[in-house]
Structures are given as structure tokens and as C-alpha cells.
């Protein structure tokens, strides 16, 4: 017998614990993926904004911070 | 011969790029892999003789436990790569595979229990799996908070990396669970290598529902590939954003 969509809701004995799962899984993984969406526009808003801004005059010899994205790539791989 | 260097990915500009040209294909691979799974799981694969329809639950519930114990693996290794080889990135992969991992732990606590009511007749039962997959949940929790309970992100790093690579102990004892104790939770599908050599079939279940089983793991593999190069992009934006803030606060002060 083939399954259908229909079957599954009409199923009164068992049909809403098949919803309800999939139902779970659907709302766990698309708001999951909706927070890291926004999370990364946001971040990136952010980031654009403030490279927008005049840039920083850093002191004569002074090195720029660990985790900065602009460090040198030679430098990194230097490092490696 | 050099495979794989994994100190060229510390760039992060360099990861930025590969992990823009990986995401695409993550996330269509995904989408292809999510569509033709829940086809499989309810159109193609067949009613179980004891479970009857409620075995569809399966299609989820299994990879998602699957997932749950992948991702608490490569957050563990990550933590490692952080802490034994100082790698620049590993903090930032560990971080952004937890929640990712939490995530597939609820969904294969939150599907279990769905499947629970109508075969076993209750939600919950304190048993061996059951409650080393609620306690990895904990630790997915865990994890981040005390990631985020430091001012210094550094120092927050450190302790949740310490914290994920002692809790990998519970992915064997999960694993092993319904071998090692009486339990309700059925045992695994695979037979192991020792049945494969004596010709017996690999799986305990039929492969008209191995399809299904398989297929959405791979997209819920895809979904994990995708969500992690998502959030460890945002993470490197938001630590250059900081960086560029604190260098303005010195600057102006």
C-alpha cells in the first residue's frame, strides 16, 4: 500500500506522533539556520561599518592583533 | 607528498575563500539530499510489520542521533587542534559546531520521545541511552555557556575546549550503552565486521529503509558542513569587528 501525506494526518492512532517529529525537526533546523543567517548579516553589517570608518593609525612598530583578518598573509603563512 | 596543511586554512582570509567556494555546493547538496530523503521516508520505503508507520520517525530520529555523536566529535577535535597545536581556527570550529551539535541532540531526544509514546507507551524511561543522550545534550550546553562565561574570550575558550575534549568520553559509552546495560532503546543496526565475514548482511533492517536512513543523513551531513562555515565566517567578521573597535578605543584614548 502505497503512503501519502493525506494517510499520515488522517492516521488517528499514531499520525501525530509522525508530525509532531518531523514538525520538531523542521522547526529546530530552519530556526537554527534563520539565527546564523542574521547572526552572519549582522556581523558582517558590522564589520563593513566599521572598515567604512577612517582607519586606525597604529604606534611605529607596533604589531597588528592576533586574530586580525588584515594581518599579512606571508606573515601567517611565515608563522605556519 | 603534502595532502592536506592544515596551518594554510589559520589564514583567515584564505579560509574565508574556500569556504565561500565550499558553501554553495554544502548547501545544494543539502537541499537535493533533504528532498529526495523525505521522498524515500514517505513515499518509497514501506510500513514496518511491528512499528507500521510510526517506523518513519526513524528517518530523522537515527541520523540525528548519528549527528549528535559526529558533531561532539569534530567539536572534541577541533578543541584539541586548539589547545595541543594552537591552531587559529579550531577555537572558532568548535565554537560554531556546538550549537549544531545541541541541535541534532534535541531533535533526536525530541523524535525519540515521539516514537517512544505510541511503541513503548511512555515519553521517557531512565535508561542507559536515553539518559547518556540527555547528558551529552548537557554538555552541548555546557559547552556554551562556559564558552561565554569569561570577559576574556581567550580564557572562555580554553576552559569549554577543556570541558569538550573530557566529555568525549560519553560518545563511546552512548554508543555502547545498549551492549553494556540492559536497556529498552533497540541495539545498533549494524551487525559489526565479524557478521559481514561470515556472510550475514551488514544491516539489521531491510534496505528499502536503509535508502531513506542513509540519504538524510547525508543531508543532514550537508546541513552541518553549511551551518558551521556559516557561523565560523560570521565569528571571524564579528573578532575582526572587535579588533577594529578595540584598536579605535586605543587609538582615541
Redesign the interface.
Known amino acids: ?5 493525506g ?2 494526518l488522517l ?1 488517528g ?3 501525530i ?2 508530525a ?3 514538525a ?2 523542521a522547526v ?2 530552519i530556526g ?2 534563520a539565527q ?2 542574521f ?2 548579516r549582522r ?2 553589517a ?2 563593513q561599518t ?2 567604512k ?1 577612517a582607519p ?3 604606534p611605529r612598530g607596533q604589531r ?8 599579512d ?1 606571508n606573515e ?2 611565515a ?2 | 607528498m603534502r595532502i592536506l596543511n592544515w596551518h594554510a586554512l589559520a589564514n583567515p582570509a584564505r579560509f574565508m575563500r574556500l569556504a565561500g567556494a565550499v558553501l554553495p555546493w554544502a548547501a545544494g547538496i543539502g537541499a537535493v539530499a533533504f528532498a529526495a530523503g523525505l521522498y524515500l521516508a514517505f513515499f518509497a520505503s514501506p510500513p514496518d510489520y511491528q512499528q507500521g508507520e510510526t517506523v518513519r520517525i526513524m528517518y530523522i530520529h537515527v541520523p540525528a542521533a548519528w549527528m549528535a555523536l559526529f558533531g561532539y566529535v569534530f567539536m572534541a577535535a577541533a578543541s584539541a587542534g586548539a589547545i595541543v597545536w594552537r591552531h587559529p581556527l579550531a577555537h572558532i570550529a568548535a565554537k560554531s559546531a556546538a550549537p549544531v551539535g545541541a541541535a541534532f541532540t534535541l531533535i533526536a531526544l525530541a523524535t525519540g520521545m515521539l516514537w517512544g509514546k505510541p511503541m513503548w507507551g511512555t515519553y521517557w524511561e531512565w535508561d542507559a541511552r536515553l539518559t547518556s543522550v540527555l547528558i551529552l545534550f548537557f554538555l552541548y550546553l555546557g559547552y556554551m555557556a562556559l564558552e561565554a562565561a569569561f570577559d576574556d574570550p581567550n580564557r572562555g575558550a580554553q576552559a569549554a575546549a577543556v570541558l569538550a575534549i573530557v566529555g568525549v568520553v560519553m560518545v563511546p559509552i552512548i554508543h555502547y550503552s545498549v551492549d553494556w546495560w540492559a536497556t529498552l532503546h533497540q541495539g545498533s543496526i549494524f551487525r559489526g565486521t565479524g557478521a559481514i565475514r561470515e556472510g550475514q548482511p551488514a544491516f539489521t533492517v531491510d534496505s528499502s529503509m536503509l535508502w531513506p536512513l542513509f540519504t538524510m543523513l547525508a543531508a543532514f551531513k550537508a546541513y552541518f558542513v553549511a551551518i558551521v562555515l556559516i557561523r565560523m565566517r560570521s565569528e571571524i567578521s564579528a573578532r575582526k569587528a572587535r579588533t577594529l573597535q578595540l584598536a579605535r578605543s586605543h587609538g582615541a584614548g
Open positions: 500500500m502505497t503512503f501519502t501525506l494517510m499520515l492516521d492512532r499514531h499520525g506522533f509522525i509532531g517529529a518531523y520538531v525537526a529546530v533546523l537554527l539556520l546564523s543567517l547572526a552572519a556581523n558582517r558590522e564589520l566599521l572598515e570608518m586606525v593609525r597604529r597588528p592583533a592576533a586574530n586580525a583578518e588584515s594581518q598573509e601567517q603563512e608563522e605556519a
